[in-house]
């Protein structure tokens, strides 16, 4: 007798699903790590800069290995980013992929930046205190990503700052060190300095200050800021700073209380000469409850809140935020966003002492 499952069947097997979540959530997971594989690769910025470009030059120029470079195009050109053309053998963007080469920073975050933690959700949730022993952020590609959005937030930032007067810019969380090479390039004047916990990112800095001739003129320190505004005496080549700048680190600190006083309070102590801060930060959702209806989140948004939630850090709302430099005596001079729904920039003076 045959056993059950030797038994011939004439029904087809189940289709794969292709339209339905499932399908949506496997290929974004895909399509994400497609993105930034163009990415950090170089591959998508020779096809920008080309235009058209013939699949040997493409792995010549990026010193990929052709065969494994056509099978990551043929993925590319089913998720739509890239047109291939097989007669001449050539490569370009589609319009979709122009919109994603823009925003690739945000990939290059979300995969590089936070992915060691997005792979270890499960070991979080049973022991969040893994979070900076085993499960790890990439401060290198968080930096990368940074930069990379730079390329679309400078005209936003340049908008906000441009009548701002300083001879020295003190740069808090600086990354890859893309703001401070362009608020010091081009004012022979101005002198900068970069502070960053990460030695990734430092390294990454003074690579690229070196790279831009500005060596002379900027200098990168690796400390936390935490410890700055706690000591700004031991820091001095920070603190004599007449501008302040910070990029999506903000949120780390603006809870925390240093030598008895709010973070925010003891930052404008910590700087007594600066004239000017400028940060730019993201921002929580100040919808609480998601709700069936509420459409899909605006990239990056996601995985943002994820993030901060897993890795122990409070958002707040900018609302939230707006009150808390109110509370510590700095008046809001300009708030503008900054090319994301939950992005914005703040434009602060110091203001008078709170009461």
Known sequence: MARHHDAPTSASPAPLPVDVPAAELLNGFVGTHVLYALTVSGVLDAVVAAGSVSVPTLAEATHSEPTALRALLRAAQRLGLVHGDAGTDTVALTPGGREAYRVRGYFTATVGGFGDVFRHLDTLLAWPEEFGRSVLQNGHYTALGCAQNWDFQRRIFDGATGDLGFGRVADIGCGAAARLIHLVGGRPDVTGVGVDVSGEACQLARQNVKSAGLDDRITIVQADVLGVVGAPEAFTQVTDADLVTSYFILHHFV???????????????????ARSFVFADGFRDPRTEPTDDAGPAPLFTLAYQLFHDFTGVGLRTRAEQREMFLDAGYRVERELPFGHPLEWLFVLSPGTDPA
């Open 255 to 273: 809870g925390e209380r240093v030598g008895g006083r709010p973070f925010l309070t003891a930052l404008r102590a910590a700087f007594p000469r």
